[in-house]
């Protein structure tokens, strides 16, 4: 990683008041008894959207917790004789995940004439807040969302802050933080190591404090000061003094950072040796860079050319990268610093990788993704929709996420671990992929919201997909890996975790006999990735809000087929540009005609217009000719073979794939329900902000029956395709689970329950 002066724009953007979490808090309940208070905590969860466990001991609440990474959490206090309150949360306390944790104290109400307790022993404890005893939903609910917009929040700029931080530890260039006065606050290990100091040695001392080399210019020192107090980033060559006494040139950048108040409030130095073979090199960036306004551009690509290297034979590929670089037509610094931290991810520790997650979550949210807008954007959410086009310069959200796919080098992706690097307890999982019943939301988790990689790779090898396509499983994981960075985390449904859980069915429906015996392994693979990038960098919104929205993908699409045309382009776009990633480089150019033409018909039969034509032509040409009593065996597979009907059936397969929700499992057809309903709450509140025609009235967050949805949903659309594909593909435990989810809604929507699931009982 040698680039980090621009790791400053993130510190910035960390700082930014408007930023916050995207992802909805998990909170924990610990109460010894069910009344009306913890009711009361839980459906507050509910109405709020939080995740929501409860434990009945202390013992239950830590195993939780540590299981969970809860960010809330709210300990019983009225009832000592069940457990100490006190007690519990200096338990939780004591475990490592809980420094970033709100403890919630519920007390009892005091009578009117009693004075107030102080809330210092509860402090003490470890708690930090305190919630008077009230059973109603709404105060409840009130107080999570306060502590939600609150110190939740703050916890997770923290936490993205730190992962910042883990990054600067492992640079290779020497970062120095200074505050405004210019007293040293930071140093890194890679500072410590060129200057020969300690960092206990240089914390809290001014830098007027320390030796100064007498080969510097004498006005070198006014002329870095006046230029960086004016807010302007300053670049060249000083020589500084060792703590052996040594003078050492270096190159120099010191960034000033604005804080509170719009005021300079840090200045950040990077430094790295001067090597004098570089002197081409060098001048280069002496005559490019110079008292740079850092509000305009936090790093010129032009400096790339500038940085040395302790490896001479690297020079090569450091000319080729800054070649490339300069044939980029998007110089946005938000780009390359996505660019970075990916690249840091790949080497970083899965709790690291977490929170950098986090860090890009942050910046997607940001305006940092405009930096050459020249006039007022237009609506931001219908910005959002825009998937990987550009108008005028101006830069969309989505679109910036293929635009950081787009731009990533073959130098910007890290080399592929193997299959047997997996962590062992994800491996773990995966040898639970074969069964229908597999439970995704766990792999979600264990991957920190990476399935589609894990899970990727291991059906993908099962499938000999690498052996057919003529590729290394090392491409084949940059691959999986540059898919998955291109859907949207912040999306509650469409997100890489979604197409993941339809690369499973997809997977698990080619493994059943007649399908197997009806497809050939052209077909097999053509399913397998057409159910990876089904929805890749699907922004959350339906086609028809992108049709009455007036999107650029819209326009483009003729407002045909809008979204699933923009993620088969993209898709082969992405695969294509550089070939570290490149699955399909390999193979002959027919056999890679015919497999695109294949996948690209897969992921369009996934568009709903035409949903009752493919599922009508599947009965018709598929179902009927089997069911025929006098029809010849022989007849029937040679019919279901031809290349017509074969077409048909890897529509079915993918058609069921990607919405066979209600036929999991109880517990995983809940939680998606959840999770569609919520992303189409999101689109009408949405329409309504804009004015825009609301195309699912049914989907107001307000009013919204989820049972009722889900029944409708069954009733009209899965059905009766299910029925059909069943009789083709034999799936029996598909229509039992089917059958039984329905009959959940349906017990649901007779009590008029309006939630995903039914009140506690009274």
């Not at 939080?50 to 299981?67: G, Q």
């Not at 950098?356 to 940001?366: A, G, N, S």
């Not at 899970?455 to 099962?462: A, M």
């Not at 594909?725 to 799936?731: H, K, R």
Request: aromatic share 8%; proline share 5%; hydrophobic share 35%.
């Amino acid at each position: 990683l040698n680039e980090y002066s621009i790791i400053i724009t993130v510190v910035a953007a960390l700082s930014h008041p408007g930023i916050c979490s995207l992802r909805s808090p998990q909170v924990l309940l610990v109460f010894a008894k069910e009344d009306s208070q913890s009711d009361a905590f839980w459906w507050a969860c509910d109405r709020a959207g939080f995740r929501c466990n409860i434990a009945r001991t202390p013992e239950s609440a830590v195993e939780c917790f540590l299981d969970k990474h809860h960010e809330i959490i709210v300990i019983d206090g009225r009832h000592s004789r069940y457990f100490e309150p006190e007690t519990v949360c200096r338990l939780i306390r004591a475990t490592k995940p809980s420094e970033n944790t709100v403890i919630l104290a519920v007390v009892p109400q005091k009578p009117p004439d009693q004075d107030e307790p102080s809330v210092l022993p509860l402090l003490c404890a470890g708690f930090s807040r305190r919630f008077v005893e009230n059973s109603s939903v709404s105060a409840c609910y009130n107080e999570l969302i306060q502590i939600e917009h609150g110190e939740v929040r703050c916890q997770f700029k923290l936490r993205a802050c730190h992962a910042i931080f883990t990054a600067l530890e492992q640079c290779q260039e020497a970062v120095e933080i200074t505050s405004e006065d210019h007293v040293i606050q930071y140093v890194n290990p890679a500072f410590e190591r060129m200057m020969g100091y300690h960092k206990g040695e240089l914390i809290g001392k001014e830098l007027t404090e320390l030796p100064k080399s007498d080969r510097n210019r004498a006005d070198l020192l006014d002329t870095i000061n006046t230029c960086i107090k004016k807010g302007k980033e300053w670049q060249g060559i000083y020589y500084a003094r060792k703590k052996s006494g040594e003078s050492m040139q270096q190159h120099v950048k010191i960034t000033p950072v604005t804080g509170q108040g719009g005021k300079i409030r840090h200045f950040v130095a990077i430094k790295r040796p001067h090597i004098d073979n570089n002197n081409q090199v060098n001048q280069t960036m002496c005559n490019s860079l110079h008292h740079r306004d850092r509000r305009k551009d936090s790093i010129d690509a032009r400096s790339l050319s500038s940085r040395g290297s302790d490896a001479p034979s690297l020079q090569n590929r450091r000319y080729s990268s800054v070649a490339r670089i300069h044939s980029m037509t998007i110089e946005a610094p938000i780009t390359k610093v996505i660019n970075i931290i990916n690249a840091a991810q790949e080497s970083s520790p899965v709790t690291v990788a977490e929170a950098l997650d986090r860090v890009l979550e942050i910046l997607r949210t940001t305006e940092l993704y405009s930096p050459q807008l020249a006039s007022k954007e237009d609506d931001p959410h219908t910005n959002d929709l825009v998937g990987g086009l550009m108008s005028d310069g101006l830069r969309r959200l989505s679109g910036n996420e293929y635009v950081f796919c787009k731009n990533m080098s073959q130098s910007q992706l890290a080399i592929p671990i193997t299959l047997n690097d997996v962590p062992p307890s994800i491996a773990e999982m995966l040898n639970d992929e074969e069964c229908w019943e597999f439970n995704i939301l766990e792999l979600e988790a264990a991957t920190h919201k990476r399935p589609l990689t894990y899970l990727g790779l291991k059906i993908f090898t099962s499938f000999g997909v690498c052996d057919f396509l003529n590729c290394s499983e090392a491409t084949l994981r940059s691959w999986l890996q540059l898919m998955e960075a291109s859907y949207h985390s912040s999306n509650s449904y469409h997100n890489s975790t979604h197409a993941a859980d339809v690369l499973h069915a997809t997977a698990y429906f080619l493994r059943k006999e007649r399908v197997k015996n009806n497809l050939d392994q052209l077909d097999e693979v053509a399913a397998l990735i057409a159910a990876t990038v089904h929805d890749v960098d699907h922004p959350g919104r339906t086609n028809s809000f992108l049709c009455n929205a007036g999107s650029e993908l819209a326009i483009l699409y003729n407002d045909t087929a809008v979204l699933e045309s923009h993620h088969a382009a993209l898709a082969f776009q992405l695969t294509v540009r550089d070939s570290k990633s490149n699955i399909f480089k390999n193979i002959d150019r027919n056999q890679f005609r015919t497999l695109r033409q294949a996948i690209i018909d897969m992921v369009l039969a996934t568009e709903m217009t035409r949903h009752f034509e493919h599922v009508s032509k599947f009965v018709n040409s598929i179902n009927k000719p089997m069911a025929s009593v006098n029809s010849d065996c022989e007849g029937q597979a040679n019919n279901r073979n031809s290349p017509e009907n074969r077409l048909l059936i890897k529509r079915m397969l993918i058609k069921c794939a990607d919405v066979a929700n209600p036929c999991r499992p109880l517990e995983l057809c809940i939680e998606w329900a959840g999770r569609i309903s919520e992303e189409y709450f999101a689109q009408t509140d949405e329409e309504k902000r804009q004015g825009l025609p609301v195309v699912m009235p049914v989907f107001d967050r307000n009013t919204c029956s989820v049972p009722k949805s889900q029944i409708s949903f069954i009733d009209y659309f899965i059905t009766d395709m299910f029925d059909a594909w069943d009789a083709f593909a034999s799936l029996p435990g598909l229509v039992e689970h089917l059958s039984e989810n329905y009959k959940y809604w349906k017990r649901l929507d007779e009590m008029k329950c309006k939630s995903l699931r039914p009140p506690p009982p009274s």
